[in-house]
Each structure stands twice: as structure tokens, then as C-alpha cells.
């Protein structure tokens, strides 16, 4: 059995804390979130000021999916600017986290439900960035990635997230990032013209299902929600696809028994993406 003794480079000079660093579930909404300065963006802020610092951060992003499971290990991993149409200045952030290759083979080393490949190629994609970029402005904490096999199941990726609850009592933030309804389709833009992707607006069905989440949530019904496909008959519209719903798979299953978990940012916007966040702990 895999234990924290198998943590021989980078964790193994990190005292075993006797509070577990905490989980968090981000709704991460518009890329615009990484420069702007919103009712988002500031809860970011606040919350790294909140939080003790971490060792390490490992993202689980929406935006990086492969067929098996990834780590990147690379030393300095690059800023990706995974989308298009907005302005120059978002184009031309940079976030120069450093990456962690020892922490990387010892990561991968702790999960046993799937090999795991050591990835030189990927870097940090908005998914991450943009809210590391706010929450620990400095870039000095290294940032590690771990993908999101999109040909497992959602019991996959539960099952694969417990795996890595050793991390936390090792001072390593788990920052799942994501959003729990997610329907480009249905994006409704603002009347004004602005193109403001954070006006809060949520269809009805985009409301219901949010306050639904929650309630499972809160309720530790896990199981419920890896099976979100039976879950409402609205499901299908709040996750036409489950790339930004799986992050949330690998935040819940690092719940200790009793231990807190709150919401934050919770607000619809654009009509069908919900900023919704969970915070464990």
C-alpha cells in the first residue's frame, strides 16, 4: 500500500501538519477573471490571504483532457492561453509559477487506480491560472496539474481523487476548477452590450439545478452526484458535456468525516454557468 513514507524528494522535508490544508471546488467562469477586478475575483484574493500558504498547488482543470491520466513535470511550466476573442491584455498574462518535477513523480507514485505519465508538454492552462493568479499574485508556489481522463466515467475520477488526500496533511492546496452548470450553448449575453460574462442571470432550470448541487453537497450525497445524469431532468441542459463537472469529483471525496465545508461565489451568471465554489475545511 501506497503511504506517505513513498514521499521521498519534495514532501519528505515538509512537517506533517496538524491541520489538513484545505480543498476547494472553483467556479471559474470567464477567462477575464484572471485581470479583473470583480466580486470573483476578490473573494480569490481574499481567500489566499485566509488560507495558510501552501507547499504546492495541484489544479484539476476543466481544460486539460487526455486519454489516460497526466502530471505535468516540467520546472517552469508555461502560461497556456487556451481561448480566443478577448482583449490583448488577457492574451499577454503571464503566470511564471514554478513546477515541481520531484513532487510530480511522487504524486504519481501515490495514485494507484491508473498509471499516471509525467507530462513535459502541457504547462497551466486558464482553468488554473487565472485563479492562482489572483489568489497567490507572487507566482512563487509551485503549480502542478493533473489531467482529466475524458474516456473514464465520473466514478473514475471519485475513486481516483480519494488517492490523493495524503497531499493535504502535507501542507499541498488541491484546487479542483470547473464549474458545476457549464452551457456555452445556452450563454445569454447582456443586453447592454457590455459583453460583462459575470452579470448574474440564471434561467430557471440553471437556478434549480445550482440550488440542487448544493443540496447534495452539503448533504454528503456523493453518490447521487457522480450519477448528475439521473440526478434532475434539467441535468442534461446544466451539463451538456461533464468536462467542467468532473473537477468537482475531485474535491468531494477529500471531505474528512465532520469536517466543514461552505459555499462561496455562489451566483448564476450569463444565464447557464454557475460561479458556484466549495471550500473543504
Known sequence: MTTLSAFKQFTSALPQQESLMPVLFVGHGSPMNAIEDNEFSQRWRSMGREMPTPKAILVVSAHWLTRGTHITAMPAPKTIHDFGGF???????????PGNPALAKEIASLLTTSPVGLDHDWGLDHGAW???????????????????????????????????APLRKKGVLILASGNMVHNLRMLKMPADGSGD?????????????????????????????????KLHKDARLGIPTPDHYYP??????????????????????????????????
Open 197 to 229: 460574462l459575470n452579470q448574474p442571470f440564471g434561467y430557471d432550470w440553471a437556478l434549480e439545478m445550482n440550488e440542487l448541487f448544493k443540496e447534495k453537497i452539503s448533504g454528503g450525497d456523493h453518490q447521487t452526484l457522480i450519477h448528475y445524469e
Open 248 to 281: 468537482l469529483l475531485y474535491a468531494l471525496p477529500l471531505q474528512g468525516k465532520h469536517e466543514a465545508l461552505s459555499f462561496f461565489n455562489d451566483k448564476v451568471v450569463a444565464g447557464a454557468i454557475t460561479m458556484t465554489s466549495v471550500k473543504i475545511g
Open 130 to 164: 487565472s485563479i492562482a493568479m489572483q489568489m497567490f499574485p507572487e507566482a512563487t508556489i509551485p503549480v502542478l496539474q493533473l489531467s482529466i481522463d475524458y474516456h473514464k466515467p465520473a466514478a473514475y475520477h471519485y475513486a481516483l481523487a480519494k488517492e490523493l
Open 87 to 97: 482583449p490583448a491584455r488577457l492574451h499577454q498574462a503571464q503566470y511564471p509559477a
